[in-house]
């Protein structure tokens, strides 16, 4: 639900980034009275881990379209909603500027779709309310389902609202959200199955985790190494080889652009705040799509026609690139986001 900025006016992408700005403020602020040396790596390792877990499409059986899950609900019920924020906002950041996934004008929007929501919404009134103070693996299947479909039927939802009023792709409303709150209500269901596994995971091993993110209070002394590990190693396992088995269906949002307009993608405006900002995102992509750059060839007239799709995911690409990206991409996002809560805390102390 990478948003590019093809679907995005100056207007709505300059008020995007100002109010994702102001939730990222807001989210740090909060965080510093919470935040300590124990929760600053899971951050980091959990930023990873949605990194890596970004890569992985799953093809939506009888649609021809694919998803990959959002996170924020991941990272929210472990972390808290303010961390889990600050968490999501530099995985989308990355994303965009090292792999060119998502427009950086779109930026904003990317980061308050699939933040906000699942954060500030999704967490504190469906997941924490079924969920309770007593977590059992039925509740925590369930709050995380009903949570992980309503973050993400409202993140689909804003996709559709930022497209409209930009009125840049002239994609007409009814139409496209007739295809973008289905298509993402399957994925929505699969995104809450594997973020109760990912949560249940956690609980066995750590139960205090949850405990303290619903409570906003800091780690403390609690040892968190065998979570860090299990979801290190899940992370190096999904970058570097589950990457190769990802759907290469087009996703919900290129789907539904498709079924609109019969195109997966729309050109941007070659002049202005457009070009700028694609021109910027050229020269920081360093693996851009998740793979080595490849020479430029020469354009070649647009055919609406269906997307090919190579394997879906039956059989493995195998791919250098991707699995270079995929590590780089998850280290970055570790480094990333470790700095942050190093220089939350050294703010804290020295006020």
């Not at 948003?3 to 980034?17: F, K, N, Q």
């Not at 989210?27 to 949605?50: H, Q, Y």
């Amino acid at each position: 639900m990478h948003m590019a900025d093809a679907l995005i006016s100056p207007a709505v992408g300059g008020a995007m980034w100002a109010a994702t700005g102001a939730l990222t403020a807001y989210s740090a602020k909060k965080l510093k009275a919470e935040l300590d040396e124990r929760k600053v790596p899971l951050m980091g390792v959990l930023g990873a881990f949605i990194f890596s877990a970004q890569m992985i499409n799953f093809s939506i059986p009888g649609t021809g379209s694919s998803g990959h899950i959002g996170g924020g609900m991941i990272l929210a019920i472990l972390l808290g909603p303010y961390a889990a924020f600050l968490t999501i906002a530099s995985v989308v950041a990355v994303q965009a500027l090292f792999f060119a996934d998502g427009g950086l004008l779109a930026l904003g929007c990317n980061i308050f779709n699939m933040g906000f929501f699942p954060c500030f919404i999704a967490y504190p009134l469906i997941y924490k309310k079924i969920v309770g103070d007593r977590p059992t693996q039925g509740r925590i299947l369930l709050g995380s389902t009903l949570s992980a479909v309503l973050g993400l039927q409202m993140g689909a939802f804003s996709v559709v609202l930022e497209t409209v009023f930009s009125r840049v792709s002239e994609l007409p409303f009814a139409t496209f959200v007739l295809l973008m709150q289905p298509i993402h209500l399957a994925i929505g269901f699969v995104e809450g199955l594997i973020t109760s596994a990912v949560v249940g995971f956690v609980w066995k091993a750590r139960p205090e985790i949850l405990e303290l993110a619903a409570d906003a209070k800091p780690i403390g002394n609690l040892s968190v190494k065998k979570v860090l590990v299990g979801l290190g190693m899940a992370t190096a396992l999904t970058a570097g080889l589950l990457s190769w088995f990802a759907s290469t269906h087009p996703d919900g949002l290129e789907w539904s652009m498709f079924k609109t307009s019969g195109k997966e993608e729309l050109k941007a405006p070659e002049r202005g705040v457009h070009a700028a900002a694609e021109s910027l995102q050229q020269t920081t992509a360093i693996l851009p799509d998740y793979d080595f750059k490849k020479p430029a060839k020469p354009s070649e007239p647009e055919t609406p026609a269906e997307p090919e799709n190579k394997t879906d995911g039956a059989a493995p690409v195998v791919s250098a690139g991707a699995s270079v990206a995929g590590l780089v991409g998850a280290a970055i996002t570790l480094v990333l986001v470790g700095l942050l809560g190093v220089a939350l805390r050294m703010r804290r102390a020295s006020n």
